[in-house]
């Protein structure tokens, strides 16, 4: 009877194999000592932690993080009057706001701290799926979890730049901050007619809520059977022991058909990408498709209308953004930088 | 016994169909009449309780939507019962539907909980999926049960209906002004996001290793290799299994809590943070 | 080694570069803020009030200085040299009380302003003229066209919402001559949907929140989520946002430029009408106010947009 610890003789640390891949990457390091700490055994996971691979993608992307990190820490101070001490204190409510309209900003407070942290976080994510990219070849994995990366990106690509440039303008993305990111979403939400009705994030809650069933249900299936070795996934895979026939016949039995070893992960892979594959698809079709999600399901018959509806929450067909001119609403700054 | 994913489950499901061991047999000894099973699935005494359950929630539904006599799916409605009531019966066009389907369901959810716990007990495996059902059911009993009870009245159930409970989500969500700024609320966001994050994580680790080398212990090592080179840690076949558990655990316990606090200890999240 | 030492170079450089940057605050401040609203001269009110709103009334307003030297050559024609009791002098909007009748409002007054009688009035001279006198008036005749051409509209369209009794000085200043300021409201021209941005929407958020707290009501009182911005659900909605343009009123017509804008708050303090409520027009005698149909506030959603019965 297989141990969970079977795999993990504790004497020596694992370490890659070396491959010409490797050092065809100039920046190409293991970086760190491995480790072994015992404590994480008492929590039945592994116990090494590190090394880390560099690599030239891997720099680019903390670079760029680092860049952005920056300059956002410095527009930070800027909206605290210079003060560290304020700035920690109200760090929550800093806020660094996009600028109206889709050109760059006239100057630095009215939007230009933004565009600067955005641009450089943009490229920090597109550094990483290049990481990702490179250390999948190198361990020849089949490469879904690149597939993922560029899933998510697409969806804070859609947020944060394709959705603004459709409606006309940077101010419908988030400002950059802890409390301006959660208002957003609530604002953004009141905005376009309650995203409650909109059937692609009805159908990105529909993944989401499912990505957690599936966890427990997976999750749970594994740690019962594990045992008999369920958790061996790529062995069973090959070979289904007893460990994996009870984790499939207990599925059978309750809800009349089940996975396989391998075809659970399929389900897993599909739901957790589902979920930011749809919202992409949601926030792209918000302000394109319609400006009232409300009025949306009304007219299309999926939503219980509760009463006759005003002129200005009628749905309306892409609807131009008119140009934010005038007041934009903050204190404009006075103090050219 | 060897066994590729397209061999059909039959060859070694026999093995496994052993009578005996069920809660009911525990409970009251002799034979249990219902250890038999329907084509692939188990029925068991809590699958006929289950199953009964369910056909009179359905059939409590067909008639109270023909009632109203809008069947479309999509603005098919079954109201809760209006605040007049309070915690008592309501008329069945009032909310007494709604009253019979959340009882119906509660058993029969109950019962699937306790049928899962049965096809343990036969299998011998260790009881975390019956346990994770709980806390999934859970959810349902505090939205429908426990806060209208800490509520005071029935009305506070959500409608049960496509949009019905959509816009309950919403009314409730601006009930409590913010429900963004609720604590629970973001934890258990966080928790949800995590949670299908590890979940893609996982997916691909084992899609794109599998069968990729005859060797399942080379397999695995790439894996780790991968893991290790990427964000410089492998949490280990079994470890990644008991993270998303937990994590799945987390996030219900604090969707729980967040509803839960709502309007009982809380009127307004935003004056939450700032009380005085 | 020396990757300390450039890691904490580069924080102690960020750390400085706070120093470079100027901050927000004092030139934004002295910079042009709104040139103000001006007093609507032109406009003749109906009812007991008679006379226009005064032109610009100075910029200092609280306790008339008591020593001043009075300077009759800018003083209204009325306004006697050598002032005599028991008499009226120099009255420009409570026209039409006797002697008697005028102190009994003056009373008033100064209850619902917590002040006394030197706060406008210079003692020797009842009748000379101060800037607090002025923008007194200018609050009185606020007060009674707010009545008439806000609130008796709402009333009108709204019967089920009646709330017995009329603004008055009471029901903002509530014993204190300088209300405070509690939330913010934007203009009602934010109130334009759909709005230009998430930004501007998430100011009409703030102050929908800052509107439910000065009720003391959550959102539901005025919307259905599903629908934010129609108007015809409930009648509570179609009378704030007339509400919202009487506030609008207030801030761009009537109040002078350095003085705080009011919100709901200034006259609800956290209740879903006004409790300090007056009998109305110039007469600040308090009444006792009472909702003529308490069941409507309750349940908004329950009760038809017409607000008839």
Known sequence: MATVFSHHPPEPLEEAEPSVLDSADPLGIRAGRAMRIDLLALLKVDTQIGTIWLGTWGILSTLSFLAGLLVFYIGALDQAGGSFWVMVRYFGNIQLAPPDGLSLAHSLRDGGYWQIVTGFWAFSVLFWAGRLWERLARHKWRPFLLWAWLSAIFLTSVIWVWHPLLVGSWSDAPALGLNADLQWAQNFSVLWGNLYYNPFHQLAIFFLFGSTMLWGMHGATILATSSEGSHHEDAEIKNMTSGSQKAALFWRWTMGFNAFPKSIHDWLWWFAVGVVLSSGIGILATGTMTNNWYAWGVDHGTVLQYGPM???????????????????????????? | MRLSMSQSMETFERDYKKPGNTIFQALLGGVDPFDVWLGPFYVGFF??????????????????????????????????????????????????????????????????????????????????????????????????????LAMGCWCEGFDLSFTGHLTWVSNTGFRYMNFYDNPFHAYAVLGFFLTAMVLAMHGSAILGTYNTDPDPNVEMRREDSFWRDYVGYSIGEYGIHRLGFYLAVYTLIMSDLCIFTSGTLVKDWVQFWHPF | MRHQIFATLLFALTLTAGCAIKPVGDEAAAATVNSGPTINTGEKSGGTIGTDVPANPQATYGPTDQNQKLDFSTQPAGVPHAYVGGRLYNVQVLKQYDYPGLLGQMAYVTQALGVSCQYCHVTTNYAYDTPTKRIARTMMIMVSKLQSEHIDAVHKAFPNYVVTGAVGCATCHRGSPIIPVKYNVVPVGYLDWPAKSSRQAGFVVNSMYSAARSLGVNCLFCHNSADFITLQYY???????????????????????????????????????????????????????????????????????????
């Open chain 3, 235 to 309: 009648p509570t909605n179609q009378i704030a946002h007339r509400m919202w343009h009487m506030v609008d009123d207030i801030n761009h017509k009537y109040l002078p430029p350095n003085i705080p804008a009011v919100t709901c708050f200034s006259c609800h303090k956290g209740n879903k009408w006004p409790e300090a409520l007056v009998v109305g027009g110039t007469d600040e005698t308090p009444v006792q106010v009472k909702a003529i149909r308490p069941e409507v506030h309750e349940n908004p959603g329950a009760f038809p947009a017409s607000g008839v019965p």
């Open chain 1, 310 to 337: 005003t002129r200005s929450s009628i749905n309306q067909h892409p609807r131009p953004m008119p140009p934010m001119t005038g007041p934009s609403g903050y204190m404009p700054a006075q103090g050219k930088i």
């Open chain 2, 47 to 148: 699958g006929i309780v289950s199953i009964t359950a369910i056909v009179l929630g359905v059939l409590v539904i067909l008639i109270s939507v023909g009632q109203y006599g809008d069947w479309d799916l999509w603005r098919a409605n079954i109201p809760s019962p209006l605040r007049q009531y309070g915690l008592g019966p309501a008329p069945f066009l009032h909310g007494g539907a709604w009253q019979l389907v959340v009882v119906l369901a509660t058993v029969s959810f109950v019962a699937w909980g306790l049928r899962e716990v049965d096809i343990c007990r036969k299998l011998e495996m260790g009881f975390h999926i019956p346990a994770m059902f709980s806390l999934a059911i859970s959810a349902w009993v505090v939205l429908q049960i426990l806060r209208p």
